[in-house]
């Protein structure tokens, strides 16, 4: 006869109830470098294009370019989901750690590439190091930071990605200028830059926790009690803080043992209208997003004889416009809410973007009043990709958060990545502005869509402790 363990805990409620605090401020810092990071080499993959034909070494063909960028995705979507189940399964700690140093070896290998094989692979390796980043970090910022604090944070972290992009845009001027470095070396130290950056960060980790919300879920109440207390005098010591006594309690059954079967029982079963909405929200985005950033220079160059070495200065303010959407707009999905918030970015994103479309197909833009129309539309656009990640995370059971980030991850990388560059490549390469215009009807198109369905199936998750938005499957009334 089976005797089932019941087991009581208020730890979520405790770290809801946390002042924010320098613990909060180091969570921020180590693990949402991430975002930065992925900015940061996808930029600059796009800005060394061209050195990466001339380079005397390497010497690519435009086609093996885009392989390479191809090989980046592909191992974004498979580590993702390799790393996401290992995130579930062994914790967030091991495999946050894990997945840095996966992205630490691969882009510093990769400025030792001796030929297109192994500039592709490094890539790929890469790639998966970041994929797999971001379940494991998505899921713990989460589960630490509180819950009337996490719709800002998490949307502030993802939108970060936008410093790592101007950065990597300012680099690669300064790095790709002839004056500066040899055609060989330039692109070399451009994704050096990176393992740099990241062995700073693997030297914060160190200091984080496991995430007790995890070791609790996972039969380890005893450690999770350890490290909450730790957590709660390191913030009592630097806050200079009383910490109120807590009365919510959850009640754990035997832990759940996670399979495919359960996973797919979990999306379609119980949480079906949650899963129409996080792949509608993510694959949305992905599209409007891949397709737009990844042919943007291409537009510059072909409508507005802007040089090739001068992209990067119009990266800047594009990125600018998409870090300050998530960081200005991100409290309000935390006071006005969710469901709201997401209908409002994604609906204007929409609506301004086809405006664009009809300015750019009328003639009356340049290469400047471009940037800016762009820049506004993904200052609103960026908020709710950010959203998308935010919504993915917090409205499904904590045994299957990490992975169930990278299912929707790898869906809209594959859906964005793929299809949207794919087709604005083709639209741009033939040189008619009516036919771009018609890719840009589509994105907007599609993030309205993702707007009306928000209406009818968002989730009002804001301010409440995820374990109430989604019981974990452990739980018991």
Not at 205 to 216: I, Q
Not at 451 to 466: F, I, S
Request: aromatic share 10%.
């Amino acid at each position: 006869m089976d005797i089932q363990r019941t087991t009581y805990t208020d730890i979520p409620a405790r770290l809801d109830r946390l002042p924010w605090s320098r613990f909060h401020r180091l969570v921020v810092v180590a693990l949402g470098i991430t975002w930065i990071l992925d900015g940061l080499e996808v930029t600059l993959a796009g800005s060394v294009a061209a050195a990466l034909q001339t380079s005397p070494r390497l010497q690519l063909t435009a086609e093996q370019v885009g392989l390479t960028g191809s090989a980046y995705l592909a191992g974004a979507v498979l580590g993702s989901l390799f790393f996401g189940h290992l995130t579930d399964k062994l914790g967030r700690k091991k495999l946050f750690n894990v997945t840095l140093g996966v992205y630490l070896v691969a882009t510093a290998a990769t400025a030792f590439s001796w030929d297109f094989y192994s500039f592709m692979l490094f890539r790929f390796l890469t790639g998966a190091g970041i994929g797999g980043e971001y379940s494991a970090i998505n899921s713990a910022i989460q589960e630490l930071i509180p819950a009337r604090l996490r719709g800002r944070i998490d949307l502030a972290i993802n939108g970060s990605f936008w410093l790592g992009a101007a950065g990597g845009a300012l680099l690669s001027v300064w790095l790709l200028d002839p004056n500066v470095l040899g055609p060989d070396m330039g692109w070399r130290v451009a994704f050096g830059s990176g393992a740099l950056l990241g062995l700073v960060i693997l030297y914060l980790r160190r200091f984080l926790p496991e995430s007790p919300r995890w070791l609790v879920i996972h039969g380890r109440p005893e450690e999770a009690e350890r490290i909450m207390a730790g957590i709660e005098a390191g913030v009592v010591a630097s806050e200079r803080v009383t910490l109120a006594p807590v009365t919510a309690t959850l009640t754990l059954g035997d832990q759940h043992r996670t399979t495919l079967i359960s996973v797919a029982r979990t999306l379609l079963r119980d949480y079906p209208g949650r899963t129409t909405l996080g792949v509608v929200l993510m694959a949305s985005q992905a599209f409007i997003y891949n397709a737009i950033f990844f042919t943007y220079a291409l537009v510059l160059t072909k409508f507005y004889a802007v040089p090739a070495d001068k992209v990067g200065l119009y990266i800047l303010p594009f990125a600018i416009g998409n870090f300050l959407g998530p960081l200005l707009l991100g409290p309000l999905f935390d006071t006005i809410g969710r469901k709201p918030m997401i209908v409002a970015t994604y609906g204007l994103s929409g609506v301004l973007l086809a405006v664009t479309a009809q300015l750019f197909y009328a003639g009356v833009l340049d290469a400047t009043t471009q940037t800016a129309m762009w820049s506004v539309v993904f200052f609103f656009a960026s908020a709710a990709a950010s959203a998308a990640y935010l919504t993915v995370g917090e409205c499904f059971p904590l045994e299957i958060r990490a992975l169930t980030i990278a299912l929707f991850y790898a869906f809209g990388t594959l859906l964005g990545g793929v299809g949207g560059p794919w087709l604005f490549g083709i639209l741009i390469e033939g040189g008619v502005p009516g036919e771009v215009v018609m890719g840009y009807l589509l994105g907007a198109a599609l993030m309205i869509a993702a707007a009306l369905v928000t209406l009818k199936l968002g989730v009002a998750a804001e301010r409440r402790p995820l374990e109430e938005v989604a019981p974990p499957l452990s739980s018991r009334p």
